[in-house]
């Protein structure tokens, strides 16, 4: 597992209401009863946290433009923090009203992505590792080399820091006891330092588990029985709307292994590409936006 610090990027929640419902969300979408709005208190308290940090701050929800200090939290990065090292996830929530200050803000660290393609597909997130492998070391040497641990970030929501943003997420849902306290340098863990949060989580997510990905209009969570029972027990929406399948399931060593011999869950967008800084911003920002990556791009070089 890598270190926090070693992550090239901490997400920084600030919201997980969305206008969209996906199905095997990793922020799980549609099973909390009741949206969070991150204060400006403790947005500010997130951004100053991560002092010293030298990976990137990425901005992330549910729709983070959904929040109604958007443009406020926009101000505090500006102030803050560098504008190559700003990132934001979004898909594109009335995107004619943000995007002029999405460009000032964030410029092509912008992960653009409508979830509309018929070929988009997820990892089922809730398909617990302990409920499907019973091998325990097998497990444990699977989650060590966890792909979200590995190409995705850290992340800090309302209830504190977190090693990994399915942890945090995951937290909210099950009403977990939250994080690691927003003190500067928190980020400074190692994974030794993390095992709490490892041993509460990660054994109930599938994430590192090799397994086939799921359509998003197939439409249904697919979830084993340890947290079918637990959404069950919450009477999650997405649980009343039968939007839940049980998949009682064991994979042996064998059936793990071949199912990872084409396994590649981080490319989950199909056959859709990536939006072009032209479609986002329109013809000249859109230009202007490019040439600032490749400045950036340069800069990184002589640096290293």
Not at 48 to 70: A, K, N, T, V, Y
Not at 151 to 165: Q, V
Not at 234 to 250: G, I, Q, S, W
Not at 278 to 284: A, D, F, H, R, T
Request: with cysteine; charged share 30%; proline share 5%.
């Amino acid at each position: 597992m890598k270190a926090i610090k070693d992550m090239w990027l901490i997400q920084i929640e600030i919201t997980n209401a969305c206008f969209l419902e996906c199905p095997n969300c990793t922020r799980f979408i549609g099973h909390n009863k009741k949206p969070f709005f991150m204060d400006l208190e403790t947005v500010e308290r997130a951004i100053d946290s991560l002092e010293g940090f030298p990976g990137g701050i990425g901005i992330m929800g549910g729709e983070p433009l959904l929040h109604p200090r958007f443009f406020e939290i926009c101000k505090f990065l500006q102030s803050k923090i560098p504008k190559e090292r700003r990132y934001l996830w979004t898909s594109g929530y009335k995107w004619k009203e943000y995007r002029a200050i999405v460009r000032k803000t964030f410029g092509a660290n912008v992960c653009y992505n409508e979830h509309e393609g018929a070929t988009q597909k997820h990892q089922p997130v809730l398909m617990a590792i302990e409920d499907i492998v019973e091998d325990r070391e097998y497990m444990k040497q699977l989650i060590d080399k966890c792909w979200i641990q590995e190409k995705w970030s850290a992340s800090i929501n309302p209830k504190g820091g977190f090693f990994c943003e399915v942890a945090a997420a995951m937290d909210l849902l099950f009403e977990g006891p939250g994080g690691y306290p927003l003190e500067k340098g928190w980020w400074n863990k190692t994974p030794e330092q993390f095992q709490d949060q490892v041993q509460r989580y990660c054994y109930k997510c599938g994430i590192a588990l090799p397994m086939p990905a799921r359509l998003n209009r197939e439409g249904k969570d697919y979830v084993s029985i340890s947290n079918y029972r637990r959404l069950e027990e919450l009477k999650t929406p997405r649980f009343l709307k039968n939007c839940v399948e049980l998949v009682d399931e064991k994979y042996s060593k064998a059936q793990v292994e071949e199912f990872a011999k084409d396994w590649r869950p981080w490319e989950y967008l199909g056959d859709q590409k990536r939006i072009s800084y032209k479609k986002l911003y329109g013809l000249i920002p859109g230009i202007l936006v490019k040439k600032q990556k490749k400045l950036w791009e340069e800069r990184k070089k002589k640096i290293r």
